[in-house]
Nanobody
Framework: QVQLVESGGGLVQAGGSLRLSCVAS????????MAWFRQAPGKEREFVAT????????AYADSVKGRFTISRDSAKNTVYLQMVSLKPDDTAVYYC???????????????WGQGTQVTVSS
């Protein structure tokens, strides 16, 4: 089992920044690839970014490239999502995810966090 706990969401104006955190725990969490997904009202859950624990390989959705940065602190078992230049379209519940192997498809994710709301006002 892998447990994921997100934090850091909130309300921010367009152009602002937020940093999300995801603390992972469980016996084998380091074997999983970590990712962030998001789900806006009335829309499907979509991939945002992913990172491997070991090599720090990263990948991003086109919609967030250049604005979002995923990183990890292995000593703290924590994955971060730094978001800058936020837009109203970024408004969604953001979920931390763990999968094995790497995936950008929500249906293949093995574990989910509870989600954290990000609201960007215009």
């Amino acid at each position: 089992q892998v447990q994921l706990v997100e934090s850091g969401g909130g309300l921010v104006q367009a152009g602002g920044s937020l940093r999300l955190s995801c603390v992972a725990s469980g016996r084998t969490f380091s074997n999983y690839v970590m990712a962030w997904f998001r789900q806006a009202p009335g829309k499907e859950r979509e991939f945002v970014a992913t990172i491997t624990w070991g090599g720090g390989r990263v990948a991003y959705a086109d919609s967030v490239k250049g604005r979002f940065t995923i990183s990890r602190d292995s000593a703290k078992n924590t994955v971060y999502l730094q978001m800058v230049s936020l837009k109203p379209d970024d408004t969604a519940v953001y979920y931390c995810a763990a999968s094995q192997p790497i995936t950008a498809r929500a249906e293949y994710v093995d574990y989910w966090g509870q989600g954290t709301q990000v609201t960007v006002s215009s």
